[in-house]
């Protein structure tokens, strides 16, 4: 399987994780995922989509060289700064106050929301790579009738 099908498949587990996540926190806890009532209700996806495109890159390339514990938290990291920043800008322009740009973030940084994302991208990215390297490292099993020969 090639890592960028592998760098797919775990951002979208990142993206199933993440609203299965945000639904535990929401329904145990009470609290909303984006609190302000004049946010857009694409706000909370456009931010996890912005996650999203870093697990998936940190995947691909994680899956290649390096330390997968060492990729899955600068990942997280870069997760973490992409998804306030995209919450920023989005709420910024809904608001068109450019204020927010630094007001959004700063509510958002311990929040249940972001941190929990953060750390299922961790978890995905540490997951997918070590994926990766396991199935490149098992050797192919052919189908039964095939002999092996290229055609």
Known sequence: MSRWLIATMTSVLFIALVIAVTGFEALLADVEVISQPDATPYLGPAMVLGGAA????????????????????????????????????????????????????????????????????????????AAARHQARTPSVPAPGDDGAQR
């Open 54 to 129: 870093v697990v998936f890159l940190a995947t691909a390339v994680g899956a290649r060289e390096g330390n997968p514990g060492v990729t899955g938290l600068v990942a997280a990291a870069t997760a973490y700064l992409v998804m306030l920043g995209v919450g920023a800008v989005g709420y910024t322009l809904v608001r068109s106050d450019p204020t927010e740009l630094l007001v959004f973030p700063a509510g958002y940084a311990l929040g249940p929301f972001v941190v929990g994302s953060v750390v299922v991208a961790l978890l995905c990215v540490i997951g997918g790579i």
